[in-house]
Structure formats: structure tokens, C-alpha cells
């Protein structure tokens, strides 16, 4: 049973049904932070006699807006003294749902999602969260435009981080960079190097501020294979192979004469055409065309 | 199937030498595949004489070869035998790289033999006595034994063979059987039938009906580099036989063949040769794998290729041999030291040649045998080729991604190829997408049902499609390149038709310039024919 005084207090400030709606949605939101005031004697008494526009459905409806709302607000109002951290009920259902997640976070849209609050009870909480250091904000390095939060006690996941090579979502490119010259010292002043001599002479070194383990050693000089650098090779024994066994994996220079040279162009990479982004349209007689090519005529002018 | 730029290519080569109507016959061959002479008459919308003018020339260029088959008709009809053309798009496509041919010649041979063999690279066949008659025609001739003594070189190097039967018939394939497919007898050449006959005699049956009529027409390997028949005539008239004797003997091979295996004045045909481009092919294959090593290896393992391909090349049965075929370490030892480079290396250092190529030394020093594994080198200057576009269209970004896919030859995850490549993960995904939509990359889409349906897409280097894709894209640069050369020669013609004493100043300027241009295009030109043969031929 809704109490009369709540109704004639409503009452008393509408004019209209659409004032009446106004009124309580603005009732719910002051209702989460605080108690509603009791209602004056005028306004009780106003609200004795309800005016000639509303009909009883009217109240009716009225009636059960204030009960949804004082649900609300008494849920949202439960006492903070029985939470340990001092947390509300949002906060509290949005810190499990983010610790739920461990290491890999979780998304805001998610939070919402999942805890079924609204978008400002949300931000709110998660405001609060991350004043009182509860939460952390992490990028994540598949999406980074959305938010994500991590409870910290918990280390981002290679998913989310991109690993020891990422920092703040982005390749640590400095890093790879001098990590690769360092590679590519030992490996001139070895002649030929295993993957083991040279963990051990970067880890000698101690040019990073973390323990750089063979595996991301290992990274490291394979992207410089792939990119031509180096060659990995396996051992024959012999000539400067001698002190390593037979069949392991080592990594060296790329000694053929030609490279010396600069031979490692390919024949078709060689002409305009092997370069052209536009092959696929040129025709014999079309607008692009070998005669009408102007990456030809440059190419042709250029003193050989 | 021959790809689109391929058959443009050919058909402009053809028209080059040619004419318009023979490039058209031939590209109608190459575009529709076997077809008969209505059907070409029908295609090309030439007159009847236009089309067979054209398919004589180019039979007896070696471009189109004919063969016979019977036609299916109706129940109770009499089998009725149809002439059927092929275009031969490998023996068109060489014409583009007969200076190499000539180079090898010359190089091996010297220059007498390289006249010969001008000869028969410009009109496609010659009887030898056609060859003594164009050798008596130019200034510096040489008598007819030195110019046989030639041709008997060239056909000792397996420069020169015999022409293939000109209208091999074939027999349906059901009514084949094992022994009649040995001795099979052609009823419309005199000298494939003594003895000789066309057998199917290749380690696989051929499958489609064009390779069929290539194996049928294809004399016996005991005849294909035989001058001795054909030297009787000439070899009777130097020795002073009576006319007498020589009319007894053409007598005899009447009474021996029927009228119709004759030629219309009764006597026997002449033997036609042609230039072998088979063993063209080979040594020019051999000297791709012997550059390989040499710029990617070292100029030892180049020498110790050389020698032991040297050995192995009379053995070599198929053109794509996998693997050479095994010598000792002291044959290959006797070869090496004969090269230019060789007399200084000793034992262990061609063993350290042979570990470089990929051999392994054997434990036992009892049976010391080496192979070498060609297929692997033309495998690697192929991936060496690719890899060089996609750093040059795409960048070095995209060069290690298509490195690490070619390399693992397997799918691969995004993610995965960020971080082994060290490329940031959203420019991975694009590089991935432009590969891909380019055709350099295949992609395949995996759906990941858990709490959340996750999509992966995993990529991979379509090695098979992918060389297709880039030896049509040569084809069109090598068309390029000609037209380019076309082009800038017709700029500058009225400069070409000036006497030299006239090219001063500005023209001398231009006249130069047109010169660079023509080097540089052609050399490109050949450079590009090797990676054409890397990815066609080899």
C-alpha cells in the first residue's frame, strides 16, 4: 500500500500526466542518494483532494511508479556498512563481474551486460572503483579504441598486453631494434652463433631491465631471418663449425658473393612491371599501357 | 592451359615474324585448344588458303603439330579420320630466347657449327642437303664434308634432331594394346616406317590427347640424333657410286613402301632437322642452378655443380630431373679440376662444396657417392623471385610476413604472424588483406564457438596457384617489354634511317639515347626469359 502522503505530495507539484512522470523519474534519482524528503503538512493536505484531470487509473498508475521507485532506491540505499570494502551494491556487482574476468579484463559494454545497470550507474562505479584503486585501466591491445578494466591484483594476459614486446598497446619497436643490433654484434664477432651463445651474451650484457629469456631471444632472430639479415643454418662440423655438433641450428651472415654484391634482386623485380601496383589494368593498347607507362620513362631516363 | 599473357605473348612473337594471319591462327590454337581446319577456318574468319598457309608455316616452324584420329560417327557409318592441329606454346615462346641458344652454340661449338644452326633456328627445318646448299650461298662456305663434320657436332651435342612425324595417326585408345603400342607404324612417313616406327615409349602413358600425338610423332630415341641413314645418298655420291646402283637401291625401297608413303615424284623424303629445345632447355636449366649457388653459395660449390652436372647430363632422361645422378667423389673430382677455378681445390674442399650443396658426407668412406637435389635449388630461386615483388610492391613489412608463410608452408593465425614478425597488430591485418585481395595470400575464415563466438582468420601461401598467378604476370611484362622496344624504336626511326655521318648534335644525342634504351630493354628482356624458364620451364 503506497502511503497517501507520498501521493498528495506528487500531486501537489503536478499539473499534468506528463508532469507527473517528470516528477517521478526525478524522484527516483534523488531517491538513490538520499532519502526522499517527508512531505509538508500544505502538500499532504493539497493532496487530499486530487485535481478534477486525473482519473483513478491515473493514481493507480502513479501509485505503482512510486513503488518501483522506492524499490529502487531502497536497493540502491542498502546500507555501505555491511559491504567489507565499503562498496555499494553496483560497485560491488561491477568489481566481481571485473574480477570475474582475471587477466584478460573486461569490456565496459560487457560490465553493463552483465550487471544489467545503466550506463551512469556504471561509469559511476567504475569512477569510484579506480579512485579507491580497486580497478585499473588496461589496453587492450585487439581493441584498443574500448575501455577495458582489470582488477589489479591481476598482470593484463599476452591476449590483452600483446606481450613482453607491447607497452601500452603498442610494439616497443625501440626495443626490438636495439635487442636485434645487439644479435647481429654477437653473431659478427662469433662468425657463427647458436641461439644459446647468444641468450647468453645479451644476457651478459644487461642492456634491458627484465630477465630476457631464450625464447624471446629466439623471436628476435628469427624476424631478422625473415627479414633477410641473417641465415640460420645448421651445423656441418666443419671449417667454422667446428665447436658446434653436427645438426644444430646456428645463425650467421649471408657470405654468398652475390649478396656481397648486391645481386638479390629478383629479374622481375627488377623492371617497372615487377614493382607496379597497376599491372592488373595494363593492356597493350589501354590508357595504362607499356608505351604510355610513365614508371617506364622514368625508369628509361635514369642514367645507368 | 596456357594463361592469358602467355597465349598474348606468343601470339605477338608470331605476328612478329610472321604476320597478322599466322598470330591469328595461333593464338585461335592456343585460346581453343586441338581444333581442325574448319573449326579454325570458322574462328578466325580467314579464307581457307589463309588458314592452311598459315598451319604450314607454322608446322614447319615447329610451332603446331598435326595428327590424325579417328572421328566417332554413327552406328553403321565407316570411321571417318579427322586432321586435328596443337599449337606448341613451349616452341613458340623460345623463339623470344633464341640468342642464348646461339650463345651456347658458339661457346661449345664455334662459329661453323652456329652457322648451321642460324640456319635451322630461322627456317625451322632443313634437310641436310638444304643445309650444304645454304652454306654454298654465303661468303665465307665451307666444302661438304666440313659442313657435315659440323652438323654431325651439333648432333652429337643433341643440338639438332630429328623432326617429328608431320601427321601422326592415333588409334583410339581402347584398341591399344601393349604390344601394339610398341612398334607403331605411320602410314604417311617413309622414314618412320623403316624400322623405326613412333612408339609410346615414355615411362607414363600420356593422359590427354595432345601429349598422346607429341609422343606418337616423336621418332625413337635410337634414330632422333641418327644421321647415318640419311648420309647414304651423300655418302654414295662421294664415294663414286654408279648412278646405276643408286637408281637399284631407290628401287628396292619402292618395292618395300607403297606409293602413298612416297613422295609425289617417287623418290624417298628427305630427313628434316630442327633444333633440339629440349637440350637447350637443359643446359639452360643447369646453368640457372650453377648461378644460384654460386651468388648464394660461393664460387667452389658453383664449380663442383658444374662439374658434376657436366658428368650427369647424358643421363638425364626427363628435362625436371628431382635429383642429379650420383657420382663419386673422384669423378667429381677429375671434372673439377678441369674447370676454370678447379685446380686449386683439393678433396676436403670439394667435400665442403658438396656439404654446402646440401649433401651429406657418408660415414663409411667405402661407397662415397653424391647427389644433388635440383629440384630444391629451382625451388629456392623461385621463393628468392616472389619474395623480391612482394619487397618491392608491398614493402619489408609484407616481404617478412609472406617469408614466414611461405617458410612454415602451413595456416596461420593473425596474431600469430604479428607477433612472430614483429609488425604492429592492426597494420598485420591490413598487409594480410592487401596480399590476399592481390592474390599473393589464400585466407580461411574459423569460427570459434565458447563463451563468446570468436572469429579467427588464418592465412597461408598458395605456392601452387600463386606461381601461376606471377608467371602470367612475367608473360606480361616480357610483352611489355617488346612493345616498349617497338615503341621507342618507331620515336626514333627517321633517326635510324640517317647515315651515321649525319648524327650530330642533337640527333647524336638522341641516336645515343635510343641505343641505351634498346639495352637496357632487351638485357631486361632476357633477364626476365631466365625467371620465365625458373617458374615454366625448369
Known sequence: ????????????????????????????????????????????????????????????????????????????????????????????????????????????????????LTDHVVNKSLKSLLTRKLIKEVVNIQNKGKKHYMSVEFEPSKEVSGGVWYVDGNLDKELVNVLKQLCLRCIRVQKVATLERVHEDLKKQ??????????????????????????????????????????????????????????????????????????????????????????????????? | MVS?????????????????????????????????????????????????????????????????????????????????????????????????FMQIVSEELGKDCLGIFEGLLQHGRLSLNQIIDRNMQTPDNSDVHAVRESFSRLLNARFV?????????????????????????????LWDLIGLAPILHIAEAPKTIEQRALATASPMESIRFLMEIDTLRGTSEEKGMESHDIATLEEKWKQDFSDAELSSSGKKKEILWRVNFEEFVRRLRHKACIEYVRIRLSDQAGIV???????????????????????????????????????????????????????QIPTTGIDETYSIDLKNIIELAQNEEVESVVLKRYGREAYRIFRLLSKSGRLLETDKISDTTFVEKKDTLKILYKLWKDGYLHMEKVSVNGPKQTLFLLWEVDKESLWVRVLDEMYHAALNLRLRITYEQDQEKEILQLPTEKLVGELEKRYKRLRKVRIILESSLMNLDDALMLFHDF
Open chain 1, 1 to 116: 500500500m503506497v502511503p497517501r502522503e507520498a501521493i498528495e505530495v506528487l500531486l501537489s507539484k503536478a499539473k499534468t500526466v506528463r508532469d507527473l512522470h517528470l516528477v517521478r523519474k526525478k524522484r527516483e534519482k534523488e531517491c538513490v542518494f538520499s532519502p526522499p524528503p517527508p512531505p509538508s503538512t500544505t502538500a499532504v493536505a493539497a493532496a487530499a483532494k486530487p485535481p478534477i484531470l486525473l482519473t483513478q487509473r491515473h493514481l493507480n498508475t502513479i501509485g505503482e511508479g512510486m513503488s518501483r521507485s522506492l524499490e529502487i532506491s531502497s536497493f540502491k540505499r542498502k546500507r555501505p556498512e555491511a559491504d567489507p570494502l565499503g562498496l555499494i551494491d553496483a560497485e560491488r556487482a561491477i568489481l566481481n563481474a571485473i574480477k570475474s574476468k582475471k587477466d584478460l579484463g573486461i569490456w565496459v559494454r560487457d560490465i553493463k551486460q552483465e550487471t544489467k
Open chain 1, 206 to 304: 644487461h642492456v634491458v631491465n627484465f630477465e630476457i629469456s631464450i625464447l624471446q631471444v629466439f623471436e628476435i632472430l628469427n624476424s631478422m631471418v625473415l627479414d633477410n639479415e641473417i641465415i640460420e643454418v645448421k651445423s656441418t662440423g666443419l671449417g667454422e663449425y667446428y665447436s658446434i655438433p653436427i645438426g644444430t641450428v646456428c645463425y650467421r651472415f649471408d657470405s654468398g658473393p652475390g649478396v656481397a654484391r648486391g645481386l638479390k634482386v629478383g629479374a622481375f623485380a627488377s623492371i617497372p612491371c615487377g614493382a607496379c601496383p597497376r599491372i592488373s589494368l595494363c593492356t597493350p593498347d589501354g590508357i595504362i599501357s607499356p608505351s604510355t607507362c610513365v614508371y617506364y620513362t622514368k625508369w628509361l631516363n635514369i642514367d645507368f
Open chain 2, 4 to 100: 592469358q599473357y602467355g597465349i598474348k605473348l606468343a601470339a605477338y612473337l608470331i605476328s612478329s615474324s610472321y604476320g597478322d594471319f599466322c598470330s591469328k591462327v595461333c593464338e585461335c590454337l592456343l585460346s581453343r585448344g586441338t581444333l581442325t581446319l574448319a573449326q579454325i577456318i570458322r574462328f578466325t574468319e580467314l579464307s581457307r588458303e589463309n588458314v592452311i598457309n598459315c598451319l604450314r608455316v607454322l608446322i614447319h616452324q615447329n610451332c603446331v603439330q598435326a595428327f590424325s584420329i579417328q572421328q566417332e560417327v554413327a552406328f553403321g557409318e565407316a570411321p571417318k579420320i579427322v586432321t586435328q592441329y596443337m599449337a606448341l606454346f613451349d616452341n613458340t615462346i623460345h623463339k623470344m630466347r633464341f640468342p642464348k
Open chain 2, 161 to 189: 634432331e630429328r623432326c617429328p612425324a608431320p601427321e601422326p595417326f592415333l588409334a583410339p585408345p581402347e584398341e591399344e594394346t601393349p604390344a601394339k603400342k610398341r612398334g607403331r607404324w605411320t602410314s604417311l612417313d
Open chain 2, 305 to 359: 655443380l658444374s662439374a658434376i652436372l657436366e658428368l650427369t647430363r647424358s643421363s638425364e632422361t626427363r628435362l625436371k630431373t628431382d635429383k642429379s645422378a650420383s657420382m663419386s667423389i673422384n669423378d667429381i673430382y677429375d671434372e673439377v679440376i678441369k674447370k676454370d677455378g678447379g685446380l686449386g681445390m683439393d678433396l676436403e674442399r670439394v667435400r665442403a662444396s658438396l656439404v654446402q650443396l646440401g649433401c
